[in-house]
């Protein structure tokens, strides 16, 4: 169990790993955003998969005080790198960090302020925002309370803004990219997510952004963007057969995007709804 004094705080060992290979543009600007969070128990680790590109290295060394452990060799695709990182941890709380993608200021004090508030919590989430690769903020993702059957059909949920126990981890069995790593490269996170929620582990919802999620046109889900899905509707479809049936997942999706219009109403977000709506609209009528 997380505890606080609240004269002296005793804030929980936070693990971040921050996989990489041949990618230096964006790089730089994650480790970054990582250590300059200032949070007194952190341990950073980055784990490169053997890069050729010389810049990889050289903003790794760079910043080489500042980690806990870092390595480069080759390996089979980002999951297997997190996983090697998450087996040299020791932190209570658990994420990884993507070198395309960014933490916000503040975001492991709140994060580890809410685990020692909240000690039943298994996971700690919040919003995000979607930046370009020039980091310039395109929009906010606002996520409501959770849900196992909206986590299932997609919804609210943004990797980077997702903290977890160890103790959780570990109780499914750890291993980001599945038992035989057949999740390496495509959808990791949602392997790891489907199996939390299906141990009905305890989700606590914060209301702020605190990360930044980036779209490019190398990263993989955008390049492979159907390989993706195929790959989260296997682990659906492991986790959750019910759901995975077309006519199933479809009416649930439907049912939850209701609900999630309710509770951004409720936490009055009725402009953000509106937002949303009109660039459905622009898709449906701009080919």
């Known amino acids: 169990m997380l505890t606080k004094n609240d004269s002296s705080p005793s804030w929980p060992k ?11 543009e964006y790089l730089e600007e994650a480790i970054q955003s990582v ?3 200032d949070y007194p128990n ?16 050289r903003i790794i060394r760079k910043y080489e005080q500042h980690l806990a452990w870092w390595t480069s060799e080759r390996d089979g695709g980002h999951a297997e790198a997190i996983r090697k990182g998450f087996d040299r941890s020791t932190g209570e709380i658990m994420n990884w960090v ?7 200021p503040g975001a492991l004090h709140t994060i580890g302020e809410c685990f020692m508030k909240r000690p039943e919590a298994a996971v700690v ?8 690769e020039h980091s310039q903020i395109k929009r906010e993702l606002r996520s409501v309370p959770y849900s196992r059957l909206a986590l299932a059909v997609g919804m609210n949920l943004h990797q980077t803004s997702v ?8 109780r499914v069995g750890g291993q980001v990219g599945g038992k035989n790593l057949e999740f390496t490269r495509y959808e990791p996170d949602s392997d790891l997510f489907f199996r939390f929620a299906k141990v009905n582990a305890r989700w606590v919802f914060v209301r702020r952004p605190l990360a930044s999620f980036r779209i490019h046109a190398t990263q993989t889900s955008t390049v492979d963007a159907q390989t993706n899905w195929e790959y989260r509707w296997r682990a659906l479809r492991r986790e959750f057969p019910f759901l ?8 649930v999706r439907s049912l939850m995007r209701v609900r999630q219009i309710y509770w951004h109403l409720r936490q009055g977000e009725a402009g953000y709804v ?14």
């Open 163 to 170: 903290f977890w126990t160890r103790a959780l981890y570990e």
């Open 35 to 37: 250590i300059s969070q």
């Open 14 to 24: 936070i693990t971040l790993v921050t996989p990489t290979y041949n990618r230096p």
């Open 42 to 57: 952190l341990e950073y680790i980055i784990v490169d998969g053997g890069s050729t590109n010389p810049e990889v290295l």
């Open 98 to 104: 993507c070198s395309d993608d960014i933490l916000l």
């Open 125 to 132: 989430y919040g919003n995000a925002f979607l930046m370009d």
């Open 274 to 287: 509106f937002q949303g709506l009109r660039r459905r609209l622009r898709g449906i009528l701009v080919p």
């Open 244 to 251: 995975s049936k077309r006519p199933v997942y479809y009416t």
